[in-house]
């Protein structure tokens, strides 16, 4: 099955820094990369998503992207704000065998502190 | 547009005892998933349902856990009798096909 490896675990920043966290997977099938954002208390919120037809997206401070190559994926936020302050987790997705669905495979979380 | 709607927020049962969590997808979404979330960690899919039919429920701990989805819209997904090990947070979440999956904010379960 997939395998999602997600680093770094703990992230520090100054407000205004960028942040990136990094993703790989191990299925070489896996074809739907999203990210979430967690806060205390709520369940995950998709912040971006990219599939492996592209490379890289973007989403005013929010970037995400993709090297099928090498099986790995980033998330990047400019200009940070302290309420970027949350878990974040990649996941990796991919369609099984001609049918509608994909099984997600999370990361173990990085959390993000933005620091005024 | 209302979001997916998970109750109770909080589940706190004595080991042995059984316990259900409910779970009410965004209007129109076929699928619906449930996962479990331990501290520190994140999502790991229970079981998958497209409308009435559950299609993925590999991961379901079957001796003690049971899901169902009756009519294709809401769903329960019940543990009986719950362990220690099983504290953790309860996630439902809904999808159009294949689409974006959209969390509820999921019920924290304390099994003492």
């Known amino acids: 099955g997939e395998n999602v490896e997600q680093h770094p675990s703990t992230l520090s920043v100054q407000e205004g820094d960028s942040a990136v966290i990094k993703c790989t997977y191990s299925d070489s099938a896996s074809n739907y990369f999203p990210w979430y954002k967690q806060e205390l208390g709520k369940g995950p919120q998709l912040i971006i998503d990219i599939r492996s037809n592209v490379g890289e997206k973007k989403d005013q401070r929010i970037a995400v992207t993709l090297n099928k190559t090498a099986k790995h994926f980033s998330l990047h936020i400019t200009e940070t704000q302290p309420e970027d302050s949350a878990v974040y987790f990649c996941?990796?997705?991919?369609?099984?065998?001609?049918?509608?669905?994909?099984?997600?495979?999370f990361g173990q979380g990085t959390i993000l502190t933005v620091h005024p | 547009e209302a979001g997916v709607v998970q109750s109770p927020r909080y589940k706190i049962i004595e080991k042995k005892q059984p316990v259900a969590f409910w779970c009410n997808p965004i209007?129109?979404?076929?699928?619906l998933y449930w996962y479990r979330q331990n501290l520190g960690q994140g999502p790991e899919l229970l079981i998958r349902y497209e409308n009435e039919e559950a299609v993925d429920d590999s991961q379901l701990p079957k001796d003690r856990f049971s899901a169902e989805r009756l009519k294709g819209v809401d769903s329960t997904l019940k543990i009986q009798p719950a362990e220690l090990g099983d504290s953790a947070v309860y996630l439902c979440a809904s999808s159009l096909g294949r689409a974006e999956q959209f969390f509820g904010p999921g019920t924290r379960l304390t099994v003492l």
């Open positions: 209007s129109g979404h076929n699928t």
């Open positions: 996941a990796a997705s991919s369609s099984s065998g001609g049918t509608s669905y994909g099984k997600l495979t």
